[in-house]
């Protein structure tokens, strides 16, 4: 007889985007069972009504949020949660010996401070939040492989900071010259109703939102400063695009060696990203689309130098919900548990 056992796995706040796509994801992965779905907005409801299409495959009731009900039935917790209420659980499951990976950005600052500065909520969880590892593989996966409590990255930190991580990390560029122009598809909104992601909105129309105050900023510019070794300041303008999935973020930055040329950065970033599964670097000339990654924990990066600027172009396109948000998680529990890191994760997107 099999000795095997899958891992208990819960999501708090299974209704949303993120959550539908942890319990797709969840369902495929060898080594975990899902076993709780909870949210107070949707607690007694099955979530087949919620997702009418995944009625055949889940039987579960979505319950109400109950960390010592949780904490009893699951090892391992995902927050799928708006911002502000996940450090109100994360420190109670934590206590009880869950892994928790929070999907929300309470748990990506190392300073509290700044993240009441940008999303006005004060916290009394310092002591928890000083524990928490920043959630992208790519360049914190030995730190989250012995972490209790993962902060996952945004979708849009994911994108351009893994397009910029090299440039940093090596001292290429001048910090302060970075420039980030970046697209999102309207599921990066959420699901609740908003009237800018109306089809009638948005649809057959473009813009930027966010300007110069956009939530993401200080996140971006934490891991900058880490890799950079110094304080760095970014411009970082974000837009919505008339599609459903994908980002697309376009990196500026000056060279502080302008004898670089686009072979030579192609070189360095596929040394930096030699064991980095899910970074694909393209080859010359080649720039990535978000249709490549839809569908994928792919990250697709492409690499172009301007030597009349002597600026280096970088583009980097994930799917926004699951490089960004719910396969990522995946990612970095399965570094939490030993786990094979591409284990239950799609490698191939959608297309076309």
Known sequence: MSNFRRVPVGIVGASGYGGVQLVRLLLEHPEVELVYLGGDGSAGKSFGELYPHLAHLVELQVEPVDPEVIAHRCEVVFLSLPNGLAWEIAPKLCAKGCKVLDLSADYRFNNLTTYTDWYGIKRSDGHIAATAVYGLPELYRDRIAEAQLI??????????????????????????????????????GGRQGKVNLLLAEADNSLGAYGVVRHRHTPEIEQICSDLAGHEVTVQFTPHLVPMVRGILSTVYATLRDPGLVRDDLITIYNAFYRNAPWVKICESGIYPQTKWACGSNLCYIGVEVDPRTGRVIVMSAIDNLIKGQAGQAIQCLNLMMAWDETLGLPKLGFYP
């Open 151 to 188: 902060g996952c990255p945004g979708c849009y930190p994911t994108a351009s900071l893994l397009a910029l991580s090299p440039l940093l990390k090596q001292g290429l560029i001048v910090p302060a010259s970075a420039i980030i122009d970046a697209k999102s598809g309207t599921s990066g």
